[in-house]
Every structure is written in C-alpha cells, then in structure tokens.
C-alpha cells in the first residue's frame, strides 16, 4: 500500500470545526453514541477536550480528548476519533460479560452448557476508544490507520493521563430503519422505546440509566429469539474498518458485549497492543529521508500533530523532510514518538 504522506493531519478538535463535526455526527452509524447528533453535545465534547487537553493531569478521572483528521491543503475535516481517560469516572461502565455455565444432574448423568450474559462493570476505569468515522472515499487509505493508531501513540506519550488498560465498543447489528435485534430483544423489553430512541437519549451520556434499571439476573441466551442470538458479538457494516485495525492491535473481542445492540466490547493491556509496545521517541533532524512510512506524533500535550511521514533512522536520530516537520509542528532537536506504518499494516488492512 502507497500514499502521498502528510496529506493529512491528526490534530485536537477546535470550536471551529463544529460545523464539520456536526456533518460527520450525522453521516455516523447510528450505533456511535460517542457522537451524538445534537449541536449542543457536540459543543460540550470539544470544550471539555480542549480542557482536557490543556489541563495539567497526573492520573485519568473525566478527560476526554476528540482528534480530527484535517486536509492540510483545504481545512476540511474527514474524520474524528476520541479517547475517553476513564470510561466510568461519573457512573459505573456497563456491559455484558460472556460467559458459559455449567448445568449438571447427577441422577441423570447429564450435563449442559449453556451461554449466559452477565450484566457488569469489569470495564470501569478503563481508557476508552471513541468516537471514530472516516470519509467513505478514505476508507481503502492508509489514513484510517492514523485515526485509530495515532491515538494509541498519545497514550503512550502521556500514560500518566491514561489506565494502562484499554477498551473500545464497536456498533452492533442494526438496520437503516434502526431496528436492532438484540435490542429488540432485551433492551425494549423493559423500556417503551426503540433502538434509535435510546441511542439518542444515551448519545455522549452514560448508558448507566439502563443498566441500573435492567434485571441483574443473567440473561439465558438459549433464550433469546433467533435474530437476537445470532446478533451477539456480530458487527454494524461500519465498524468493520476500525474493528479490522484493532484486532491488528491485538485487543481481545471475545469477552464483552454492548448493553444496547450486542456488538463486541474489545479490551487489552495498552503496553501489549502492537503501536504502543513497537513505539520509540527519537530526536528529530532535516533532511532527505529515503526510508518507509511511519506514524509519527509531537510530543506536546496541548497540541499533538500526528501524520503520516517518509522518515529514516540514522545514528540514533529519526529523519524526516522540513516540511514534514513544518506540517507537525517541530524544529531540529524536538522529539517524536513514531511507529512504522508498515508493521501495522499486516492482516489484510
């Protein structure tokens, strides 16, 4: 896979980029509720980022940090991702656990297995993945890849404003009409509503409201229609792109699912994802690299620029053009954290 880097830039949200945020809160699934189509939660999302961002921070309570992707040459926005520091910090984080049963009759000599779901909140406390959309057009693109890495990279640049455990939710099974089987199976049994409602009404909030409302018994799947059975763990049609690059991650899919439409909770140990564990800070120098392409990221903590570069390591300093470092915002002698593009390419990507 080719690309004319530095095409585009990974950078935090301003107040400005409202009205493109708010053209990417519409074109989303509807699923994402980390980007609510509301122009006043829109706007609470990037002042609190920007807050986060400028805020001298030793451990992850309520920061949030929302990135857009920018055309450097045009201004326009084609893309956001997020990070949530501690998914939980106000409410308790909810899913539901996968997990398998054992049922036994000794008289009969007979014994079950059976796949329950457990309503918990193993994944309080964990940093959170968030809010990621990409322009269809750049999907085939490396640039996803920088959407969704970059923000590992931030983390672990700064770890003290992060957990040292990870958690991303992907939308589950849903139509163009917003009806949603697992939804319509569990969910609405105990709230007047359809999929798409809640979804509203939990955009940007905790979904805590309908955890703390939910039976607290676990949910006997054999029990479950069809539809709804098969639907645990399965995957929106847009997810499947950022899904795909976190499991090249090495993020573990296996265990939780989301408490509205089923779709897989991923979770891992941020020092044993690919990005953050391959990851160096090297000084940087001007010059002609003639080498691969690598994600790289400023170290600032008000302003992170990450884009997609041409470098080459030479004794122990990391080569890229000056217009590259012009486009992330250095000068000869300032650090980067970078990672090679190529080694997160691998897995059909």
Known sequence: MTTSPSTYVLRPSRLSDLPHIERIARAAAIGVTSLPEDTDRLLEKVRRSIHS?????????????????????????????????????????????????????????LSNRIHVLHLCHDLSGYSLLTSFYIEPHLESTPWPQLLSRARLLFMAEHPD???????????????????????????????????????????????????????????????????????????????????????????DENTYVDLFDGGPTVHARLDTLRTPRS????????????????????????????????????????????????????????ELRIASLSATLTGGE
């Open 279 to 334: 990851s160096r800070r090297m000084p940087v120098r001007f010059g002609q690299p003639v080498g691969e392409l690598f994600i790289a990221l400023n170290t600032a903590t008000s302003n992170p620029r990450s884009s997609i570069v041409h470098g080459q390591i030479r004794d122990g300093v990391f080569v890229i053009s000056a217009q590259d470092g012009a486009l992330l915002e250095l000068v000869e002698g300032d």
């Open 161 to 251: 404003r992060f957990a040292d455990r990870v958690a991303a939710e992907s939308p589950g099974l849903c139509d163009d009409a917003g009806h949603c089987p697992f939804w319509d199976a569990v969910g609405r049994r105990f709230f007047n509503m359809d999929y798409a409602q809640a979804e509203r009404i939990a955009g940007g909030r905790s979904k805590s409201f309908i955890a703390e409302l939910m039976p607290q018994a676990p949910i006997y799947v054999t029990l479950l229609p069809e539809q709804a059975r098969l639907a645990i763990g399965q995957l929106h049609p847009s997810a499947e792109l950022p899904f795909s690059i976190l499991m090249d991650e090495g993020f």
């Open 53 to 109: 961002f400028d805020s001298d921070v030793d451990a992850p309570t309520e920061e949030t940090y929302f990135f857009v992707l920018e055309e450097t040459s045009s201004g326009h926005v084609a893309g956001v991702s997020g990070i949530t520091a501690s998914a939980g910090f106000h409410d308790r984080f909810y899913s539901y656990r996968n997990e398998i049963v054992v049922h036994t009759s000794r008289s009969l000599d």
